[in-house]
């Protein structure tokens, strides 16, 4: 079966530029999370969609982060505008009818 | 709120060697634990599980240990190789969501 998906693979962008993230869960899977992890530090969990409804987003800068799962399936998030501290790896993850989350390979923000 | 703390932040050992990496956490009403590893710039990749019900969980070379009672979790790594060199991150699983420590960077001295 195909893993999570995720593009692009690396960004670069200038502070308060905007950028967006892409996410293709495996396929079935209702559940789906984004996280971001800085360097050095564990992933911290941002946003949390059941099918196309938001679970939990309290850990979202709402400001300037935005996601949204419209169909239930691929899943995207975006910054407006970007700042310095958002340079972090984004990571997507899915989960079925089990505990076990899948993860992407992650995509790597530069701000600068 | 549930913190995960993993020590050491570092670990370098020689080829051959046998390691343990230590999780910690505060609340132990969790469902599973979940033991990844990470390389340079990569996503994470699932190593071993354990359910709550369980105490330790195996896959080849590593054995993954788990105690709700005193808050902790190990990962053993017997007969260390270059490969596993790389990051490893416990994380507890708790209504739905994913609690991560903040890793522990293994890298293995051939």
């Known amino acids: 079966e195909a893993g999570v998906a995720q593009s692009p693979r690396y960004k670069i962008i200038e502070k308060r530029q905007s950028v967006a993230f892409w996410c293709n869960p495996i396929?079935?899977?209702?559940?789906l999370y984004w996280y971001q992890q800085i360097l050095g530090q564990g992933p911290k969990l941002l946003i949390q969609f059941q099918n196309n409804g938001v679970v939990d987003d309290s850990q979202l800068p709402k400001d300037r982060f935005s996601a949204e799962r419209l169909k239930g399936v691929d899943s995207t998030l975006k910054i407006q505008p970007a700042k310095l501290e958002d340079s972090a790896v984004y990571l997507c993850a899915s989960r079925g009818g089990g505990n076990e989350q899948f993860f992407g390979p992650g995509t790597r923000l530069t701000v600068l | 709120k549930q913190e995960v703390t993993q020590i050491p932040a570092a670990l370098s050992v020689p080829e051959g060697e046998n390691l343990v990496l230590n999780c910690s956490f505060t609340?132990?009403?969790?469902?599973?634990l979940q033991w990844f590893r990470q390389d340079p710039g990569k996503g994470l990749t699932s190593l071993l599980l354990?359910?709550?019900?369980?105490r330790e969980q195996t896959s080849g070379r590593l054995n993954a240990s788990l105690d709700k009672s005193s808050g902790r979790s190990t990962l053993y790594i017997a007969a260390s190789q270059p490969g596993d060199s790389a990051t490893y991150l416990c994380?507890?699983?708790?209504?739905?969501?994913?609690?991560f420590g903040t890793g522990t960077r293994l890298t293995i001295i051939p």
């Open positions: 994380a507890v699983i708790g209504n739905e969501k994913l609690t």
């Open positions: 354990i359910q709550s019900s369980q």
């Open positions: 396929s079935g899977h209702a559940t």
């Open positions: 609340d132990s009403a969790i469902y599973n």
